[in-house]
């Protein structure tokens, strides 16, 4: 869950809102009882699970060593930075073991710390997020370590090599991954029930990443059950894998806007170079659509800038949920958006930007006692009917998108195509006509 860049939001008259001050207040009613109730179900297990464990010294030598190489972690991601929307981390690798070999109650304690380190140390984010992980993950790992503790009440044998207990372990981590997902998908689906759940769940980036933290996880257990000094052999792997992931991270942030997640004008314009020099070669067809929210300010200078953050953060939500894989969506700077349609003639590319304009009317904002609703305007340009190449494809749907707001907004845009005039033939120089004949 990526943090917004703003935490409080203010009246037009300068006090804060109360939802300024709460930003959990600001969310969805049914996003707040889930998060509340997930919360409420995390301390309940702890104090459960607290009251009837038997602390041994051992443990809580296993449990501070763990926990220590994930503050070593954390620490090398500090040195690295971790600016907003960089989500994915390598820290399972810890929570994995702790709740593989120590009773349940430490796996709901272990995110706990690690996510205070991370708000301290790394980024300090909303801290209804931060609390809400460490809730998701502990109740996770809590689970994970129930049963498998019930299938194998002597975590010790993980480590004599047989092959049921690591059988057993694998499929605890994957219980463990599964049931974090699926924790966090809810909250994400809740926050946008327009969001499709193959968006909130796993593409195949974040299956590889689940798959790599599971084998982490339970290597780390193993050497751990072998020896507690085995893990100054595992850290340093794990350290380097994170940097990387990490680094591939900030190089996907790079080219995408963190606000919205959608690719920044740079990136943008990069994309459809591409796409156009591409679409000259084979011949086919494509279109540009410029989007702009109608009268956006006014939700700004209204209800604050927070809640203008969360109607960008819808309207780039939904572009992407109605567009193509393949089609080029970026955000141009402030309120307007732009979409590069590959193989679109001007009628599929007037019915996509019919359906954004329809569904982004639909979409509707949670602010204080009220629910925001916006319009877009949009331009559309078709290669070879309106331009050639980027330049003047832009200008094309700039000049169609001016012309829609002022007929009123709310509306869609094409320009009209100049018909081609017939080329005039260059007249032919004078000449002298011939001389008559004369006569005498």
């Known amino acids: 869950m990526a943090a917004t860049s703003h935490t409080s939001i203010k009246s037009r008259d300068g006090v804060s809102t109360l939802a300024g001050r709460w930003p959990l207040l600001g969310q969805r009613r049914a ?140 499929a605890c981590a994957t219980l463990f991954a599964l049931l974090n997902t699926a924790l966090i998908a809810i909250a994400a689906h809740t926050a946008d029930p327009d969001t499709r759940w193959r968006d909130v769940l796993w593409d195949r980036e974040s299956v590889l990443l689940d798959v790599v933290e599971l084998c982490l996880g339970v290597t780390v257990a193993i050497a751990c059950g072998l020896n507690l000094a085995l893990l100054i052999l595992t ?25 919205t997640g959608l690719l920044n004008a740079a990136a943008w314009q990069r994309e459809a170079d591409t796409e156009i020099v591409r679409a000259r070669r084979t011949g086919e067809t494509l279109a540009l659509l410029i989007i702009d929210i109608d009268h956006f300010k006014r939700v700004n200078d209204t209800h604050g800038h927070l809640v203008g953050d969360q109607v960008l953060i819808g309207v780039a939500a939904t572009l992407r949920n109605q567009l193509r894989d393949y089609d080029v ?48 305007s949009a331009g559309v340009a078709i290669m070879s009917l309106h331009g050639d190449d980027l ?10 998108l001016y012309r829609a707001k002022e007929t009123g907004r709310d ?30």
């Open 31 to 170: 996003l707040v009882v889930y998060l509340i109730g997930i919360v409420i179900l995390d301390l309940a297990a702890i104090a459960v699970f607290a009251t009837s464990a038997e602390f041994r010294w051992s443990d809580l030598l296993t449990f501070g060593a763990l926990m220590g190489c994930g503050a070593v972690c954390i620490e090398a991601t500090r040195r690295l930075g971790m600016p907003a929307g960089v989500s994915r981390d390598l820290l399972s690798a810890w929570w994995l073991p702790v709740a593989l070999l120590l009773p349940p109650v430490y796996a709901l304690f272990a995110p706990i710390l690690l996510q205070v380190l991370l708000q301290w140390r790394v980024r300090a984010t909303v801290l209804y997020r931060r609390v809400f992980s460490s809730a998701a993950i502990g109740l996770a790992g809590c689970t994970a370590s129930v049963v498998f503790h019930r299938m194998v009440p002597d975590p010790g044998v993980l480590s004599s090599g047989g092959g049921l207990p690591i059988l057993l372990a694998v």
């Open 391 to 400: 330049i003047e494809l832009l200008a094309a749907a700039d000049l169609a």
């Open 329 to 376: 969506v970026g955000r141009f700077g402030g309120e307007e958006f732009v979409v590069l349609l590959p193989r679109a003639d001007i009628a599929e590319a007037r019915r996509v930007a019919e359906r954004l304009r329809s569904r982004i009317g639909r979409m509707a904002v949670p602010a204080d006692d009220a629910m925001i609703t916006v319009t877009i």
């Open 235 to 259: 850290l340093p792997p794990v350290v380097l894998l994170q940097r990387s992931l990490l680094h591939a991270q900030l190089q996907a942030a790079a080219r995408t806007d963190p606000k």
């Open 411 to 440: 509306r869609i845009c094409i320009p009209a195509v100049q018909p081609a005039r017939p080329p005039t033939p260059n007249p032919l120089p004078p000449t002298n006509p011939p001389p008559g004949p004369t006569t005498s």
